[in-house]
Structures are given as structure tokens and as C-alpha cells.
């Protein structure tokens, strides 16, 4: 699946009773290419994610601002196995990423970050290719410094880092993130008819090709292009 968002509004619009605020994995399978979840809640486990004896993948993704006691990120629990690569989990209180000894795990071109009082960067120590603990450089933050538009900023130290073997469709090496790698132009959240721009920095930063009238500077207001 591409171009997925699972977001709450205010931290407060998906609230489960239990785990998974966002999605909730139960012996089930979920791979997902350009995935955005953000802002969601849950009062146990996983605000974001939460899985159990289940596969999640995910590639080019971001994890941001979901809170949970236990893995605000993602809590995985039973024979699970999660695959990683090209993501960003940062602002997830109850921490990014939690899960316990037999879950398996590869990580790869991916970024960690939780400022102070978060809880953990990530949970246990672990071993990957190009695992950043960067605070991602997004585009735009809130009074409160949590992000608001998880564009790249233009100056941002996670473009162009992620997998050699993906490339954003301007021809760079893949940006971490919702909007790097093939799948980058994928959401159209508002349907106008306008995937949202896909580079960092704003719509009128577009690389040498891309036309900004053709893409969408808010994907979350079908009247404003």
C-alpha cells in the first residue's frame, strides 16, 4: 500500500480503549510505502502502531508525535517482525520504538529522535545500517516546538541518506521520510486532484523539471492549492 495517512487531529481524533492509536496488529501483515502517522493516542500501548505476533513493514515513513504508556512510536509484542528502512520516529512519548526479546527487527537508513522527557530514542539497543538519532529538520513546528509539516526543511541533514537503492524521482540519492524515494508524490489527502510536492523546503523550491502548479502546497484543505 502507498501513500498512507493515519493521523489524528490534536493528538486527540484516534483514541482507542486499548492499543493502537493509529493501527492496531493482531496476527496480521501490513506493508506500507509513503505511510504518515502522526498525532495519534493510545492509553496502553502503540500510540502509533501497535503489533502482536504480526509483520510490519514500512518504507519511507514518519512517526510523529503519537503517545502511548508503552511505545508511543510502535510497541511490538509476541513473535512479531518489524522491517524499517528509509523511516523517521521522533516526538513519540512513551517512546519510539518499544518491543520485547523475540520480536524480529531490521533497521536500516532510518532516523531516532525524542527530545528530553519523550522517553527512549529506541528502547533496546540495536544494530542496522545508517541508524541516525537526528532531530529531523522538518519544515514547520508549532509554538510548542512539535512538528507541523513534515516536509523537509531545505537545509535538513536527513536528504539525500537513505538507501542507495532508492532514488526520489528527481534523481537523488532517497531523502529519509514520508515524501523521499519513488512513492514521494503519492498523497492527494484533500482528492483536488494535486498529489502534495514531494521535495524539501516549500512548494516553490521545486527541482529543475517540476512545475509547482502541478503539485499541492496543503494537502489538507481541498481549497488551497
Known amino acids: 500500500m502507498e501513500g498512507i495517512d493515519r493521523s489524528g ?8 480503549i486499548a492499543d493502537g492509536g493509529g493501527m492496531c496488529l493482531r496476527r496480521s501483515d501490513f506493508a506500507g510505502i509513503a505511510v504518515r502517522i502522526e498525532s495519534n493516542v493510545s492509553p496502553v500501548r502503540g500510540g502509533g502502531v501497535a503489533l502482536d505476533t504480526s509483520l510490519l ?22 513473535a ?10 521522533a516526538y513519540n512519548q512513551g517512546g519510539n520504538l518499544v518491543m520485547d526479546t523475540e520480536v524480529d527487527i531490521t533497521l536500516g537508513w ?16 540495536q544494530t542496522g545500517t545508517s541508524l541516525y ?6 519544515l514547520t513546528y508549532d509554538e510548542n516546538g512539535l512538528p507541523v509539516d513534515v516536509h523537509l ?6 536528504r539525500n541518506v537513505g538507501s542507495r537503492d532508492l ?14 524515494g ?19 523546503g516549500t512548494l516553490a523550491d521545486a527541482p529543475t523539471g517540476f512545475d509547482p502548479a502541478a503539485y499541492d502546497c496543503d494537502d489538507e484543505d481541498a481549497g488551497v492549492q
Open 80 to 89: 512479531s517482525d518489524i522491517g524499517i528502512q528509509n523511516v523517521i520516529l
Open 57 to 78: 513493514s514500512l518504507e519511507q515513513a514518519v512517526l510523529v508525535g503519537n503517545v502511548a504508556i508503552e511505545g508511543g512510536g510502535v510497541r511490538a509484542k509476541g
Open 153 to 158: 526543511s531545505s537545509t535538513c541533514s536527513l
Open 110 to 125: 532510518s532516523d531516532f529522535y525524542n527530545p528530553a522527557g519523550y522517553g527512549s530514542t529506541l528502547e533496546t539497543p
Open 167 to 180: 532514488t526520489d524521482p528527481y534523481g537523488t540519492r532517497s531523502d529519509l521520510g514520508a515524501y523521499g
Open 9 to 16: 487531529e490534536d493528538g486527540a481524533e484516534i483514541t482507542p
Open 182 to 200: 519513488a512513492s514521494g508524490d503519492g498523497y492527494d489527502l484533500d482528492g483536488d486532484g494535486f498529489p502534495a510536492y514531494l521535495w524539501p
Open 133 to 138: 538519532t537526528l532531530e529531523p529538520g522538518f
